[in-house]
T-cell receptor, first 114, second 114 residues
């Protein structure tokens, strides 16, 4: 049973470009979460999605960031017009539908903005 | 608002020493509690979790944690550390009704000297 798959693992973007990070949840998991880990900090919740629905985006920056989890295909975290401060590790996690279950993390996507 | 505090930011131990990492949380309701480990360049792995029942929880790799409700604490322990335990350790909490939205502590870096 494959774990949470994220790609790319490492992404370098110039300031002003767009970054797209993809996440395929574990098989049988319908809930996806995105977290961001800035250097020297813990993980911060960004957004919680189910298929075709954003459930909680209270941790998302107001501008330039968006997330989706379409009916088919992986979840996408999109960052438009990246700035140096967006450089971070972005972790995706997934969980089954049943409440009370543990979430499982992917290996992360490291974004570097130059 | 929920918050998690990890008392030790950087811990250095010799092999075979005992380990205790502190974690305190603030939240008035019923919570689930977690410890995750992050080895260098890797994703977060679940060490152990507490949902209910016996407050002394045993996890993988010889780790255990004790939930003390009156102290809002969930400290991580291991009787004898190994060099391979060198990693960053994160305590996390979520409200019982909000499965995947974890609040993380800032992390503790453990360095075990051979």
């Amino acid at each position: 049973n494959a774990g949470v798959m994220q790609n790319p693992r490492h992404l370098v973007r110039r300031r002003g470009q767009e970054a797209r990070l993809r996440c395929s949840p574990m098989k049988g998991h319908s809930h996806v979460y995105w977290y961001r880990q800035l250097p020297e900090e813990g993980l911060k919740f960004m957004v919680y999605l189910q298929k075709e629905n954003i459930i909680d985006e209270s941790g998302m920056p107001k501008e330039r960031f968006s997330a989706e989890f379409p009916k088919e295909g992986p979840s996408i975290l999109r960052i438009q017009q990246v700035v140096r401060g967006d450089s971070a590790a972005y972790f995706c996690a997934s969980s089954p539908e049943t409440a009370g279950n543990t979430i499982y993390f992917g290996e992360g996507s490291w974004l570097t903005v130059v | 608002a929920q918050s998690v505090s990890q008392h030790n930011h950087h811990v250095i131990l010799s092999e075979a020493a005992s380990l205790e990492l502190g974690c305190n949380y603030s939240y008035g309701g019923t919570v689930n509690l977690f410890w995750y480990v992050q080895y260098p360049g890797q994703h977060l792995q679940l060490l152990l979790k507490y949902f209910s029942g016996d407050p002394l929880v045993k996890g993988i790799k010889g780790f255990e944690a004790e939930f003390i409700k009156s102290k809002f604490s969930f400290n991580l322990r291991k009787p004898s550390v190994q060099w391979s335990d060198t990693a960053e350790y994160f305590c996390a909490v979520n409200a019982r009704s909000n499965t995947g939205k974890l609040i993380f502590g800032q992390g503790t870096t453990l360095q075990v000297k051979p």
